[in-house]
């Protein structure tokens, strides 16, 4: 168990570009979650899978963002048309069912928009 | 909605001295509730946890008791050491019980 892996660490993006991240997860754990990380403010809910169903989406997550996670495996996270208040850390988390026992979070990916 | 609100830091101590980081809750029914702490350049990690009223989660010196009277879970530790320095991150599920909510954190910073 390698725990959750997230790739890439950092990005720099120019304004208007598209940008994917991928998240692999506990491979046991059949949750998988995504938050957003701005400086100063704690982890704030975009989306979550179970299995491949996503199953819930936040207000934050506006239609330039699309989540996948095809065959209930590892997920990507894609951002169209970047701007720059969309420059913050993105984390993937995983959990066993609802998650009672708490998550798993991964190390971030770190989106910097110029 | 649910939601936590912590005492702002930074917290700046000493080796070896008391820490309380206060956390209140707004909550439909009574969630589990977490503490979780993010060390520079990692993730985050969970700290302890406490899943009914009265629970007391504890982990590597730190504890927190469920306090449904005061919707309260404060993070306590008896003696700090520099490794302790971090942001603590209070948690509960949404009302929903599908995803977890955080506070904005507390940084706590220890010096030798």
């Known amino acids: 168990d390698t725990g959750v892996s997230q790739d890439p660490r950092h990005k720099i993006t120019k304004r208007g570009q598209n940008v994917t991240f991928r998240c692999d997860p506990i491979s046991e754990h059949n949750r998988l979650y995504w938050y957003r990380q701005t400086l100063g403010q704690g982890p704030e809910f975009l989306t979550y899978?179970?299995?491949?169903?996503?199953?819930?989406k936040s207000r934050l997550l506006s239609d330039r963002f699309s989540a996948e996670r095809p065959k209930g495996s590892f997920s990507t996270l894609e951002i169209q048309r970047t701007e720059q208040g969309d420059s913050a850390m993105y984390l993937c988390a995983s959990s066993l069912t609802a998650g009672e026992g708490g998550y798993t979070f991964g190390s971030g990916t770190r989106l910097t928009v110029v | 909605g649910n939601s936590v609100t912590q005492m702002e830091g930074p917290v700046t101590l000493s080796e070896e001295a008391f820490l309380t980081i206060n956390c209140t809750y707004t909550?439909?029914?009574?969630?589990?509730l977490f503490w979780y702490v993010q060390y520079p350049g990692e993730g985050l990690q969970l700290l302890l946890k406490a899943t009914k009223a009265d629970d007391k989660g504890s982990n590597k010196g730190f504890e927190a008791t469920y306090r449904k009277e005061t919707t309260s879970f404060h993070l306590e530790k008896g003696s700090v050491q520099v490794s302790d320095s971090a942001v603590y991150f209070c948690a509960l599920f949404n009302q929903a019980g599908t995803a977890l909510i955080f506070g904005k954190g507390t940084t706590l910073s220890v010096s030798s």
């Open positions: 899978f179970q299995n491949e169903a996503q199953l819930e």
């Open positions: 909550a439909t029914g009574y969630p589990s």
